[in-house]
């Protein structure tokens, strides 16, 4: 009887352990931190991996979080313009909303969001959004890419280069 106690409590033990194993596992995507003058941008990198990006696995007219897992932070370390409005110094989420020609940038005030499942929730939180043009290019980018190159914020994915203006 003790033998199978003790049995019994190894297996529960292990099975515990497991469980616990499982809920560590690392993120699905890589992450990244970009950094500019007076600019620093948190997002995970999705992987193309030969899907249909834009206008499939992300919908066109459809809030996304700019990327994977939680939603994307940027912090203007100073007062700025971005896109030409006025942001004033401090972290937010951004998220967008893409078109086949425009995308639709958006500060949220509410920070630590899981994707852009809560959106609509926070929405009154929107500190501003922009719209910019977006352009088609041939060259294919694998994995998600935000660049900060002086005055702009960058992103690069399978076909698709969207660029916003940002000044201090």
Known sequence: MKTLHVLLLLLGVATTSTVFAQDQKPRASAHSTVTGANIKVVYGQPKKKGRDIFGGLVPYGQVWRLGADEATEITFDKDATFGGKPVKKGTYTLFAIPTATTWTFILNGKLGQWGAFDYEK???????????????????????????????????????????????
């Open 122 to 168: 926070n929405k009154a939180q929107d500190v501003l959004s922009v719209v910019v043009p977006s352009t088609q290019t041939t060259k294919e980018v694998e994995v998600f890419t935000i660049t900060l190159p002086a005055g702009k914020l960058v992103l690069d994915w399978d076909k698709t280069h969207v660029e916003v203006p940002v000044k201090f």
